[in-house]
């Protein structure tokens, strides 16, 4: 699977990378895997995308903020920083960054990762 992520429940922290061609049939297998941690309130996941090619049409944008409306992430306090490469990618992730945030689910899009991981972790 081009989506890989690994969740650290003492520390609430989920890492999520992905390599390669990815596409809408890809995140839903992601989001099943996500459905079964069990993430708490306050969770911090850094997403890095920078080696993907998304193959999303516009109408796939809206389907991805559908599954990120997802009961589990849902909980309160989630912060999720995406990293994507220049480009077509950093265009889907500022689509999806505009739609699927909330007061609850802070979404931001960087292209360096030093400063994702600045923003992320800033308690």
């Known amino acids: 699977m081009p989506i890989r992520l690994a969740y650290d429940q003492a520390t609430n922290r989920l890492g999520v990378w992905g390599e ?3 596409t809408l049939d ?3 297998e992601y989001g099943r895997e ?3 941690l069990p993430l708490a309130a306050g ?3 850094m997403v890095d995308f920078s080696d993907c090619r998304f193959e999303f049409t516009f109408d796939d944008i809206f389907t991805l903020v559908a599954h990120s409306k ?3 992430l849902s909980l ?3 912060r999720v920083a995406i990293v994507v490469s220049p480009g077509y990618g950093y ?3 500022r689509m999806y960054e505009g739609i699927a945030a909330s007061e609850e689910f802070v979404v931001r899009v960087f292209q360096d990762e030093s400063m994702a991981r600045l923003w992320l972790y800033d308690d």
């Open 20 to 22: 390669g061609q990815v």
């Open 26 to 28: 890809d995140f839903r």
């Open 34 to 36: 996500l459905s079964a």
């Open 43 to 45: 969770l911090r996941a």
């Open 70 to 72: 997802d009961p589990v």
């Open 76 to 78: 309160p306090d989630i």
């Open 91 to 93: 265009g889907i992730a």
